[in-house]
């Protein structure tokens, strides 16, 4: 069988008795059917019996093997080593999810994920009968409704790559928003607003998701939490739980906008957003802005051609109601 | 190089708070024979924004937007990423979903539109590698970037997720790309390597959370900087604006002083292609580009 000579630079840690992680090179002949899993056990087995890292089901279903390769998220069971060379070039580096949080090796202490996770209800409400005469039965459809955000394996390779949640350790995350919308969507389940409640909190709610994709690319599960992300938005409107505030007038704003101007009145978004008071802040930003031309005085605003059929488009398209807010 | 033409979507910025994105990009396509025909039809894509209040909505302007690249039978360029992404996304799902199509057609249909999806969507970014191509490119720099470190940031919306711009993206890879890097060589510049150069500089959450936007456009200019980057250059005018408007505050939040000029991509080819400063619009920008 053809192989290829590869150099692993492994992360190296062990918090009881390390003052500092290093890394460590292993060259190692790999296979064309290699998984990054067979790669840790040969360390393990053939190199260094200290070395340690997560692993179960050796079947991408138990969630505890992600690492990462060249800083991408990867469940090791799943992966093909080759695959990864194709994509990075000989030399791979290995890492743990998250190494600040690194316990010994690619072990890190994911405790950061559990609390988030618990933090939306992660689990069905409802009261329930205790001696039914029927079964609750769900449809299809109605199953289908979930958007697969059940296919979730708890295995963090989203959070630990999430770019809001790298600078901002009270945003719940992706793999909690997904969980939330898996239980909002569910025809059973009796605590969507309590849920959307939570996730609508600025500073660690949805909100505060800077839409880099970084979670989309990252699920080896295509659970895609940022398009629950986005339903979570959209239930927040359409409950009318969605707080008034910067975050929730910034999104309906553009609406305006393009009502208007086809264009976005990118100064108009601001005033609207933060209100007449809030805006104050961003004057300094402003006049700078102004003196270098790059604010557009009112009668000035460019306006999108065929202006009245973007109104009535808008007008006839339109699925949400005006929205007023609820707080 | 014959004859290359498309329908240019400029997205707001370019037509409000960046003039110098649109006049770089029309003088660049000019010098290099590319013809854009404007689409002053187009509203703003929504920015990622106008879905989280209504998705259907969000939808149907996407593909109002693109039916009038159809109409003109040409394929269209984005020069925002997040226009890119926007785009890209309502395209996608209109061409795999029959049912939603004919919803959307059904409105469109109200003021006498139809989304065919005949035409292709990419950021003129790709455009120019895949079709015009780097080494054509090359040939016709006239003032070569050799003084330069370049320091390129691609902005996340045209690279993840992968699975939507593989195609539009010539199949970059969202944790190494390096179309950028290569089109700065070919620029003759010096690409820098730095660890951000494909993260987020938070652009989306800068009226609710500055805290989290600073820090990560901080930890790109610094990235950069530490580098010895002379200046960072990125295809997406919400990067562009957020790293040059901000950095007095950016500063603040990290502690340090980011001072970096930050370059729109058809800007630094505009220069290796010899094109005038003025129409570069280099005098629009916050913190201010010296050429060496
Ligand atoms: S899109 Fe939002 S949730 Fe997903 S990784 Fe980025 S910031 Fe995190
Ligand atoms: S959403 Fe995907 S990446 Fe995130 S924890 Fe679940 S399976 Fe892992
Ligand atoms: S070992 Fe269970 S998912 Fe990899």
Sequence with gaps: MKTQTITFNVFRFNAETDYLPYYKNYELEVGQDDLVLDILNRIKWEQDGTFSYRRSCRHGICGSCAIKVNDKPVLSCKVNVLELVEQFGTELTIDPQDKSRAIKDMVIDKKNFWEKYDAVKPYLIADVEEHPDKENIVSKDEAEQLLEADYCIQCGSCVYACSALGVNEDYLGPAAFAKAYRFNADVRDEAKIERLEIVDELGSGVWDCVKCNECAEACPKEVNPIEKITKLHNQLFAENVAAKNVASKHAVGFKHSMEKHGLLDEGELVRYSEGNLGVMKHIPEAITMFRKGKIVLPWNMPKSKNLDEVKKLIKSSSTVEEYKGSK | MSNLKYALFTGCTARESTPELMSSTLAVAKKLGIELVLLDEATCCGASHLQ????????????????????????????????????????????????????????????????????????????????????????????????????????????????????????ENPYNPTSLDRLIEALEGKSIQYEDKNSCCGFHVELQAPKTANRLSGSALLGAKDADADMMVTPCPLCQIRMDVQQHNISKEVGRETHLPVLHLPQLIGLALGIDQKQLGLKHHVTEFKAK
């Design chain 2, 52 to 171: 989280d209040f209504d998705e259907f909505l969000s939808i149907v302007m996407n593909a109002r937007n693109i039916c009038y690249a159809e109409k003109h039978g040409l394929d269209m360029v984005t020069i925002c990423n997040t226009c890119q992404l926007n785009t890209a996304e309502a395209k996608e799902k209109l061409d795999n979903d029959p049912e939603l199509k004919a919803r959307v057609n059904e409105k469109l249909a109200e003021v006498g539109l139809e989304y065919k999806g005949t035409s292709a969507v990419r950021h003129f970014q790709y455009a120019l590698i895949e079709d015009y191509g780097l080494d054509a490119i090359a040939k016709k720099v006239e003032t070569p970037l050799s003084n330069y470190n370049v320091a390129p940031f691609y902005g996340c919306h045209n690279i993840r997720p992968s699975h939507l711009h593989k195609d539009a993206n010539m199949g």
